[in-house]
Nanobody, 134 residues
Framework: QVQLVESGGGSVEVGGSLRLSCEAN????????MGWFRQTPGKEREGVASLKTGGGTTGYDDSVKGRFTISQDIAKNTLYLQMDNLKPEDTAMYYC???????????????????????????WGQGAQVTVSP
C-alpha cells in the first residue's frame, strides 16, 4: 500500500514561488505514474503535471508550462512540484497521486494526467492548499 504525504503549501503574492513535496512510502517494484492535480471548490479535479518513475518522462498542462516543474528525488522517495511566477488562478488545493504504470514506451501517464483521469489513480495525498493573492 502506497502512502503519499504532502507538504509545502502556503500563501504567496502574484509572481511568487512555492514548492510542494510529496513523500511516498510503500512503493512496489513497478514503475509508477505520478501526478499533481489541483481542485477549487465546485470544480472538477484537474491534472497539472505528470512524471513516470524509472524513465522520468514528464508532462504539463498548458496553463502551467514554463512556470511549474515536476521532479523527483529517488533517494528520498519524494516528488516535487516547483511553482514559479504564480498567478491568482493557480489558487487551489493541490494533490499528488500515484498508480503503477507498466506501459513501456507509451504516453499513458502524461495522457492520464493531462485528461484528468482521476479514477485511474489508486493512491492520493491529503492535499496542500496554495493561495495566490493579487
Amino acid at each position: 500500500q502506497v502512502q503519499l504525504v504532502e507538504s509545502g503549501g502556503g500563501s504567496v503574492e502574484v509572481g511568487g514561488s512555492l514548492r510542494l513535496s510529496c513523500e511516498a512510502n510503500g512503493y512496489g517494484r513497478s514503475p509508477y505514474c505520478m501526478g499533481w492535480f489541483r481542485q477549487t471548490p465546485g470544480k472538477e479535479r484537474e491534472g497539472v503535471a505528470s512524471l513516470k518513475t524509472g524513465g522520468g518522462t514528464t508532462g504539463y498542462d498548458d496553463s502551467v508550462k514554463g512556470r511549474f516543474t515536476i521532479s523527483q528525488d529517488i533517494a528520498k522517495n519524494t516528488l516535487y512540484l516547483q511553482m514559479d511566477n504564480l498567478k491568482p488562478e493557480d489558487t487551489a488545493m493541490y494533490y499528488c497521486a500515484a498508480v503503477p504504470d507498466e506501459n513501456d514506451g507509451s504516453n499513458w501517464c502524461s495522457w492520464a494526467v493531462a485528461t484528468s483521469k482521476v479514477y485511474s489513480f489508486a493512491f492520493w495525498g491529503q492535499g496542500a492548499q496554495v493561495t495566490v493573492s493579487p
